[in-house]
């Protein structure tokens, strides 16, 4: 039986017994006008973070959600997009899409706005979407890519990209880990399947996205998620699990590489009212400017004494340098 086998044990059962310590969420449920979310699935949310933000949904996207969990944030998106079948949820997870159905039935009862139909069920796999090419505005996935190995990520990734329309954006929510696991640890499948022992580093997750052609990676939250303890886990050091908040662009992608913003900002100080690197980067005096890490980069390569460079915050909320 592969770790994808018992992934989807694992599911079933949360489906068929929800399970509210599956994962653990960072996020307050969205609070938004005329929004009731069904407490069934605030109970069956899980996800390690959100991928449900309004900047990403404007003008009606089609929108595509991959391992429907409860419903929750499918019906967040539809939401946005109160149209019949605007929303596609995929799951390969049989038990986990009826439970998803009768959970549309309570979310009806409780929201004049929403019909079930908004949201268009289907049964597949991530790494073979049964989703046309460049049909979808937003693409999401919530705790679900950190479960796969290297290969299969590479596949799920790359379906992703190809599903997506030119600057189209997949939105994700994954636990990740800068410390290095032990090989009992990465090959407990259950551990995997709990999203816990698959988790990446930053830096490997967004290459990753990168490699798959997305041009602009935009990293939108970092917070605390989980520890593995020498008491419950095999392992013999504390390891500390964070989850992310990512959006990959498909961006063509720039000749000097990827756009990959991680919270960082210049702040000009000089003595004129702006300076322009010439490279379509103004930075107005003392206006801080979001900009990318290659840009702040090549910035800092100038070596001028006027301009101010914050550390990755780890946090990028739009604007600045691209």
């Keep these: ?20 310590g599956l994962c653990c969420t960072t996020n307050p449920i969205w ?38 969990g409860g419903g929750m944030e499918l019906l967040q998106f539809a939401y946005f997009n109160r149209n019949k079948g605007g929303v596609i949820g995929l799951d390969v997870v049989d038990e986990m ?18 019909k079930s139909d908004f949201v268009d069920l289907r049964k597949g ?34 379906e992703m990209y190809r599903v997506l329309k030119p600057h189209g954006r997949l939105v994700m929510s994954d636990p990740t880990c800068e410390q290095e696991m032990n090989d ?49 886990y095999p392992t013999e050091e504390l390891i500390y699990i964070e989850s992310i908040e990512v959006a990959a662009i498909k ?21 004129e009212d702006y300076f322009d690197d010439g490279k379509g980067h103004t930075l107005l005096k003392n206006q801080p400017l979001a900009i990318c890490d290659k840009t702040a980069a090549a910035l800092e390569a100038l070596g001028r004494n006027d301009i101010f460079f914050s550390p ?5 909320d739009g604007g600045g340098c691209c």
């Excluded at 039986?1 to 509210?20: C, F, G, N, Q, R």
């Excluded at 069956?44 to 429907?68: E, F, I, Q, W």
């Excluded at 899409?97 to 929403?114: C, G, I």
């Excluded at 961006?251 to 003595?271: L, N, R, V």
């Design 1 to 20: 039986m592969s770790y994808l086998d018992t992934t989807h044990d694992v599911y079933k059962e949360a489906a068929l017994t929800p399970d509210v």
């Design 31 to 68: 609070e938004l006008p005329g929004l009731k979310i069904p407490r069934i699935m605030q109970e069956m949310n899980y996800g390690c973070g959100s991928t449900v933000h309004a900047r990403d949904l404007t003008n009606n996207p089609k929108m595509l959600y991959v391992g429907v």
């Design 97 to 114: 899409l009826e439970a998803s159905r009768k959970n549309f039935k309570v979310a009806e009862e409780q929201n004049d706005w929403f």
């Design 125 to 158: 796999d991530a790494m073979n979407l049964p989703v046309e090419d460049n049909s979808i505005d937003v693409a999401a996935q919530n705790c679900l890519f950190n479960i796969f190995k290297s290969d299969d990520l590479k596949k799920a990734i790359s």
């Design 184 to 232: 009992e640890l990465r090959n407990d499948e259950r551990l995997r399947a709990l999203c816990l022992s698959g988790s990446l580093s930053i830096a490997d997750y967004v290459k990753a996205l990168t490699d798959a052609g997305f041009g602009t990676i935009e990293i939108r939250a970092r917070k605390p998620y989980r520890i593995l303890d020498p008491k419950n």
């Design 251 to 271: 961006d063509p992608m720039p000749e000097d590489g990827p756009c990959i913003f991680t919270g960082k900002a210049a702040i000009y100080y000089g003595d």
């Design 312 to 316: 990755s915050t780890y946090h990028y």
